[in-house]
């Protein structure tokens, strides 16, 4: 199998979009597009998260409304590095050694940030007892 190989970014294309804004001095529209860029990936980290969810057949009792999604009323937890159940952000270099996202166009910077910004990574564990909690 070849690996895949990166073509145009929704992640790459909007850094470009936002540091041609910023050099633009459009400081306004800068930050909107920068926090919409950086929304749209958290929001398709929940929507895969549901589908998977979905495909293993454990999405039937997902709360009916927005705010009972917030309350975690669904089986499962996605857990993203650097919040508190897996704090330590250079715990994503394996996944990277696993995933190797190198071959779409991710990669970490020395700090174990993302590149493109809007990117994501997460460890999801679908097992009835996981939930968020806040310390």
Excluded at 1 to 18: F, I, L, T, Y
Excluded at 46 to 59: F, P, S, V
Excluded at 106 to 133: C, D, G, N, R
Aim: proline share 7%; net charge negative; with cysteine.
């Amino acid at each position: 199998m070849k690996p895949a190989r990166p073509g145009p970014s929704a992640g790459r294309d909007r850094c470009q979009e936002a540091q041609r804004l910023f050099d633009a001095d459009q400081y306004n529209d800068y930050l909107y597009f920068h926090g919409f860029a950086i929304e749209t990936a958290e929001v398709l980290a929940d929507y895969w998260h549901k589908e998977i969810r979905r495909e293993l057949g454990i999405d039937g009792d997902d709360g009916p409304d927005i705010p009972s999604l917030f309350r975690q009323k669904f089986q499962g937890s996605r857990y993203s590095f650097g919040y508190p159940a897996c704090p330590r952000l250079e715990d994503q270099t394996h996944i990277f050694t696993l995933l190797q996202p190198e071959r779409i166009g991710v990669s970490m910077t020395e700090e174990w940030q993302l590149v493109p910004e809007q990117s994501t990574s997460a460890i999801i564990v679908h097992h009835p007892a996981a939930k968020y909690f806040s310390v």
